[in-house]
């Protein structure tokens, strides 16, 4: 069946430095990706999203990355802030035109002063 | 625009009570969804509706009922609340194949 998991449930870095969170998908089928943040508390907050006719792309201090080939998702925070402390989630479209999101178990990113 | 809005915030029910959670969105979207958060996990997708009358079951929907009469409005209803019900309940809606926004939450508790 579909699934989308996060290989590593707690990612902590510096402040400054830069994050990289990683998502694996099994669907093969999927075409639309999102990254999602949901601080405490809070609805899931829209971050950045891709579809698979891409490998990259930018935001503001985001960049999500694609590779089809081994259905691998990551986000990059680049200098990370003690705001970017959140859960991430990566989500999946299912096949059709529902929208239907799949998502993962999420990871939580802790920033160290 | 206000986004989408969820009430109540919280709620405690006892075993057997029903209630209905309330969703309305002002983005004039055609897709809602409904899912459900349990600690330290993501969010499964309880039901969804591709427009107004037009509704249909995701992952987890035992236990739950929806309605659409309108584009803005999509109530999500408990009739005999379970402890396993206990959860964080997110309404999202969205333009087809395009990101979904959130609303802030219902926190339910089952007692």
């Known amino acids: 069946g579909e699934s989308v998991g996060l290989h590593l449930p707690t990612l902590s870095v510096q402040e400054g430095d830069n994050s990289i969170i990683n998502c694996a998908y099994s669907?093969?089928?999927?075409?639309?990706f999102i990254w999602y943040k949901q601080e405490s508390g809070k609805g899931p907050q829209f971050i950045i999203d891709?579809?698979?006719?891409?490998d990259k792309r930018q935001g503001q201090r985001v960049t999500v990355l694609l590779n089809k080939t081994v259905k691998h998702l990551s986000l990059q925070i680049a200098a990370t802030q003690p705001g970017d402390s959140a859960v991430y989630f990566c989500?999946?479209?299912?096949?059709?035109?529902?929208?239907?999101?799949?998502f993962g178990q999420g990871t939580t990113l802790q920033v160290k002063p | 625009n206000a986004g989408v809005t969820q009430t109540p915030k919280f709620r405690i029910l006892k075993i057997g009570q029903s209630m209905t959670l309330q969703c309305t969105q002002d983005?004039?979207?055609?897709?809602m969804y409904w899912y459900r958060q349990d600690p330290g996990m993501g969010l499964k997708l309880i039901y969804y509706?591709?427009?107004?009358?037009?509704?249909d079951k995701g992952e987890v929907p035992n236990g739950y009922n929806v309605s659409r009469s309108t584009t803005e409005d999509f109530p999500l209803r408990l009739e005999l609340a379970a402890p396993s019900q206990t959860s964080v309940y997110f309404c999202?809606?969205?333009?087809?194949?395009?990101?979904?926004?959130f609303g802030p939450g219902t926190r339910l508790t089952v007692t």
């Open positions: 509706s591709v427009g107004a009358g037009i509704t």
């Open positions: 999202a809606s969205s333009h087809p194949t395009n990101e979904q926004y």
């Open positions: 989500a999946e479209a299912s096949s059709g035109n529902t929208g239907k999101l799949i």
């Open positions: 983005m004039n979207h055609n897709y």
């Open positions: 891709i579809r698979s006719n891409m």
């Open positions: 669907n093969s089928a999927s075409d639309y």
